[in-house]
């Protein structure tokens, strides 16, 4: 394995991860990337960065983030993103994975990619969730404004210093496994 094809797990890595949060803006800012030639993709998935794809990806971009602000909306986009954020998840590391068989591709795109962005939405649509329950509705716009700022973050480091995204991936991970084992605990009986 090369530099460069560990560089692409990484890039691939950290835009799954930013994908859990948002999932048209990773795929606008690699869109982007590809475009103005800051990242090469793979041959099949070049089309990403044309201009159509710039537009389209852009567009949805906006829309998704908007939609977002609105409570209740947000709680029925989070119902399908899981699903959507582990495709996409999948689709970003196909499209950077560099240099790598077939069977290894997938598997990492699968896995890596899909399982970090669904593990990750998931867990925003928790966050969603609780916060909805607790104040109606009313924090959910602040936890719109985190989830965008860490996916718009995430993608700028993913696809400049894919290494420093990668470790920020794990500390994300980490923090959402601490959180499930301490929700998860049964709770002593008060007797």
Request: glycine content about 8%; proline content about 4%.
């Amino acid at each position: 394995m090369t530099v460069d094809s560990i560089i692409s797990i990484f890039l691939g890595i950290g835009l799954a991860a930013s994908v859990g949060f948002r999932v048209f803006l990773p795929l606008f800012a690699l869109s982007l990337a590809s475009y103005f030639g800051v990242w090469e993709l793979n041959e099949s998935w070049q089309w990403v960065g044309s201009s159509a794809a710039l537009i389209t990806l852009g567009v949805a971009t906006i829309v998704e983030i908007f939609a977002y602000f609105i409570p209740y909306v947000d709680n029925v986009l989070d119902s399908i993103a899981v699903p959507l954020a582990a495709l996409a998840g999948t689709a970003v590391m196909l499209s950077t994975v560099a240099d790598l068989s077939p069977v290894v591709t997938w598997a990492l795109a699968i896995i890596a990619g899909g399982g970090t962005a669904a593990a990750i939405s998931g867990s925003s649509g928790t966050t969603r969730l609780a916060s909805t329950a607790t104040t109606g509705g009313l924090a959910n716009p602040v936890v719109s404004t985190l989830e965008t700022g860490t996916s718009l973050v995430m993608s700028v480091l993913s696809i400049f210093v894919p290494v420093i995204a990668f470790v920020v991936v794990i500390f994300i991970l980490f923090i959402i496994f601490k959180l499930y084992k301490k929700f998860s605990r049964p709770k002593a009986s008060n007797r």
